[in-house]
């Protein structure tokens, strides 16, 4: 199978598309046909070696921490899913491939009518929008929300599920050339200035 693969840290010249063996089904996971990647500051982070908690493999590896796609094959143990199923999946390091294995925990079904790409660019990103807000942050109704780079794609997720709880007000931090484009904010401030 075709892959991205990152050879070493650095710059762009560091990812390169090689052949690579296809994965191994093990019990608990699936097998994914992948459709679409996610491309995140993760992956951009991970790539220049400054990422705090790189993936347990070592260089040349395979890159990406998010895909859709479609369920080519289904592991022992694992009930709720099967083959055809349409799906998005976090995975660590190893999506950006034809093909991926994923602990079946870590797939979520996904619409009939979503795309792939729909699916692939909410799934990082509101996992961690959400958990920032309702498992840490705690967010109810009548709070006040302060978002740091809401122009990005986890920031812009925080605003709109900020938005779904009662009375929150919504302030931001965001390059002044992203105000236009960013929405479900009360107060946005341009993050050059003090």
Request: aromatic share 6%.
């Amino acid at each position: 199978m075709r892959a991205v693969v990152l050879t070493g840290f650095g710059g762009v010249k560091t990812v390169k598309v090689l052949k690579r063996p296809e994965p191994q089904l093990s019990e608990g996971e699936v097998l994914i046909r992948v459709k679409a990647c996610g491309l995140n500051f993760p992956d951009l982070m991970l790539r220049q070696g400054v990422i705090d908690n790189p993936p347990k493999a070592k260089v040349p590896f395979i890159m990406g921490f998010e895909c859709a796609g479609e369920i080519e094959a289904v592991g022992e143990g694992v009930t709720g899913l099967r083959v055809g199923d349409r799906v998005s999946a976090l995975c660590e390091s190893k999506a950006w491939a034809e093909l991926v294995t994923v602990n079946a925990k870590y797939v979520y079904k996904i619409p009939a009518k979503m795309s792939f790409e729909d699916a692939v660019a909410l799934t990082l990103n509101y996992a961690v929008a959400y958990a920032l807000l309702f498992n840490v942050g705690n967010l109810k109704s009548d709070q006040t929300v302060f978002i740091h780079s809401v122009g990005g794609g986890v920031g812009q997720a925080l605003a709109q599920l900020a938005k779904t709880v009662g009375n929150v007000t919504v302030i931001g931090t965001a390059s002044k050339h992203k105000h236009e484009s960013i929405s479900n904010v009360t107060n946005l401030l341009d993050h050059s200035t003090d």
